[in-house]
């Protein structure tokens, strides 16, 4: 949108009273979504994000400013006012070198110019309403939602980094709802990625639909969850949510720096279980938290968090990387130009064991099978959480004997780590839209791991036994 010198002015001007180094980060993203309810569309938009914003870095402080106005002079307003935190704290003037195109590879399976008819949305969700309701006759209300997102980013940094990158990201979501007249039970399912609408012709509307009503009916005739302190086998794929909000955000960097992680100092200790290791990638070709580049044009990497039991590094962006004295991990990202960048989570999930889930299930004498969560929190300072179970199972004696409903998790993240017993052989990524929430920015991220089970944890129910 903007002419490389344009770039290359603003962060010359952005370093003008000093800095450690500065970069400038621009976006026009277009967004689409059809969402239908009660057997029709409910509501239709197309929405466009355009803007771009300054950074400059000096110390451990950061001067950021933004403008939705991409005439001249309000881009020089913004350099400027994002330079103005180099006034009272000044660092040494950083070499602002020319800028260089660079490439980058793409993890994406998307054609630039693909242009998608509306009638093949609504096509999408009409096919899903009809088929959850084909399930059972129990279903009373169908909620889907497809949306399109194509975001396009160009980012330039002081070291004369210049990258590009366009962004496909694609999601449909079914929720379904089946009612008795005396209970009611709902059943989520969401599928997508960094992919086109395309994607749906193999992973199609009628599979997810099927999905969420037979979960909605599970939960429909569910028992209440029974409380107290018990073994706990979490589902492969969904059950990464637990992966994600127990541990991953307490490998973030900034915490760590800062010391108000449980993780902080502990690189090159055991923090868990020697079956556990923990991976985050920004590099899996289509999955939602991948990106080519992270939104301060680093390359989507590879990193070990934790390798049997042993905690390796964290996830670092550029300021807090530096600051650390190591390099960045790619996971400098942002919710939209107007926020400065953090280190965040990309598809972080846990590989494959030995175990079995026929053998985990056997071992277990009585637990909780969580199969999916609902959604959970954590405090990161502590490592407290607590899951609500989406779908939960109770294991008597090596057997799965009945669905349970209102069940949740509660529980410390390096205590649950420590406490894993067993790994299964099944991981997988949860294909679903995940949306990670940190500092009032969220962004996509991909959850993942395989059959786990938990020597111990208390669950939260409303049936004592």
Known sequence: MLDESVFAELVGRALRRGGDFADVFCEHRRTLSYRLQDGRIHDASYGVTLGVGVRVVVGESAGYAYSDDLG??????????????????????????????????????????????????????????????????????VNAQVVDDVQDVWIATSEGRFVFDRRPLVTLGV????????????????????????????????ALASEAARIATVNLIASPAPAGEMEMIVGAGGGGVLLHEAVGHGLESDFNRRGTSLYSGRVGEPVASDLVTIYDDGNLEQERGSLNVDDEGVPGQHKVLVENGVLRGYMQDRLNARLMGV?????????????????????????????????????????????????????????????????????????????????????????????????????????????????????PVGVGMPTVKISSITVGGTQHG
């Open 327 to 443: 390099e960045s991990t790619g996971s400098g990202r942002r919710q939209s130009f107007r926020f400065a960048p953090q280190p965040r989570m990309c598809n972080t999930y846990m590989p494959d064991g030995e175990s079995c889930f026929e053998e985990i299930l056997a071992s277990t004498r009585r637990g909780i099978y969580a199969k999916s969560f609902a959604g959970g929190q954590v405090e990161i300072s502590k490592g407290d959480f607590v899951f609500m179970v989406g779908e939960g199972y109770l294991v008597e004696n090596g057997r799965i004997t009945a669905p349970v409903r209102n069940a949740t998790i509660i529980g410390n993240g390096p205590d649950a780590m420590r406490k894993v017993v067993a790994v299964g052989s099944d991981s997988r990524l949860a294909r679903r839209h995940y949306t990670c929430g940190k500092g009032g920015q969220y962004v």
């Open 72 to 141: 001249d002079d309000a881009l020089k307003a913004t350099a400027d006012a994002a330079s103005l935190i180099a006034r009272s704290a000044p660092a040494g003037q950083a070499g602002c070198s020319a800028l260089r195109a660079e490439g980058v590879a793409s993890l994406y399976h998307r054609d630039p110019a693909e242009s998608v008819n509306p009638e093949r949305y609504v096509a999408l969700l009409d096919r899903a309403d009809a088929t959850a309701r084909r399930c059972d006759s129990r279903v009373v209300a």
């Open 175 to 206: 929720q379904v709802v089946a009612s008795d007249k005396k209970e009611r039970g709902s059943g989520y399912v969401g599928d997508g990625g960094r992919t086109s609408i395309d994607y749906f012709d193999r992973e199609t509307p009628e």
